[in-house]
């Protein structure tokens, strides 16, 4: 990323994003845009955790993979939430959610936190490229030095993405997501891509994991 290439991140579940938002926030401040399901964006502002549980005595806290954003955004023990004397790694008012399902109970409460969430529905009714390329604009401000992107297989209907472990209906078609990744990942602003969730050991065919590796494709080199 410093040399100006654009990683794209493989990883199982979405825990990974820890370690894109830790190094993003060695070099400076940045956002982050997040495609996924409803679980991963409810869990990811759960309340803060204990700081002086260990991984062997805590009691309440779920699998990183699911609070990756909460711990990101400093919600947690320290030994996560602060590793290098860094926290937050990234600041709640510069995230943006998208493919949140539209039966979400917990919006007002990522709104409180001045974490903008866009659903299936609002995409489907503003046009998803159009509001990919609007979030851009958020994100290209003086004070953030660019923006990383999530794309969580969840967010796709389990019509087109059975291969994930918690699948979520009415999720996003395949032709809404490539409109909303593009404009994501192909702005100058763009730094990285995580690409996380899909569970080859539930797609013996390899069809769901073609389908993933065509759209990323297409929306880093489709013009």
Known sequence: MRAGDLPVVLGGDCSIQLGASLALRRIGRFGLAAD???SHALKAVGEDRPTSATPATRTGF???GGEELALATGRGQDDLTDLEGLKPYLRDEDVRLFGIRDYDSERDELAA???QTVTVGELREWGAEAIARATVQTLE???LEGFWARLDAGCLDPSVMPAVDSP???G????????LLSPLVRSPHGVGLNITIYDPDLDPEGTAGELLADLVVAALTES
Do not use: F, S
């Not at 996003?172 to 409109?179: R, T």
């Open 36 to 38: 996924g399901g409803t």
């Open 168 to 170: 979520d209906p009415d």
């Open 141 to 143: 401000l003086p004070h």
């Open 62 to 64: 779920g699998a990183a």
């Open 113 to 115: 936190l001045k974490i």
């Open 172 to 179: 996003l078609l395949p032709d809404e997501l490539l409109a």
